[in-house]
């Protein structure tokens, strides 16, 4: 079993607004992104299944054109391959987690 603290983890400046740091396992990814109001994470799309949970604060996501106001408390999930962006409506943490193929 490994454990992780975030604290360890090297938090890398994705855009004036918005950071991240990850963590990979076999068969999962997990990101953890700080976006302060503002920030914008363009419209884009991958193959894995993306769970979105809101630890705090208020984002918008667009995901395959259908609008969501997600905040602290919240979570959702953005299909495979579905186009989707997301703007933070207030300074928000969120977890995001992906299915990854195997290593």
Request: glycine share 4%.
């Amino acid at each position: 079993m490994k454990v992780y603290n975030w604290s360890r983890i090297s938090e890398e400046q994705v855009s004036p607004l918005a950071s991240r740091q990850i963590i990979r396992t076999e068969t999962l990814t997990v990101v953890r992104r700080r976006l302060s109001k503002g920030a914008v994470l363009r419209l884009h799309r991958h193959a894995e299944e993306q769970v979105s949970v809101i630890e705090c604060g208020k984002i918008r996501s667009v995901v395959a054109d259908q609008e969501v106001v997600v905040s602290g408390g919240e979570t959702y999930v953005i299909p495979p391959n579905a186009p989707h962006s997301v703007e933070a409506l207030e300074d928000s943490l969120v977890m995001d987690l992906f299915s990854t193929p195997p290593l």
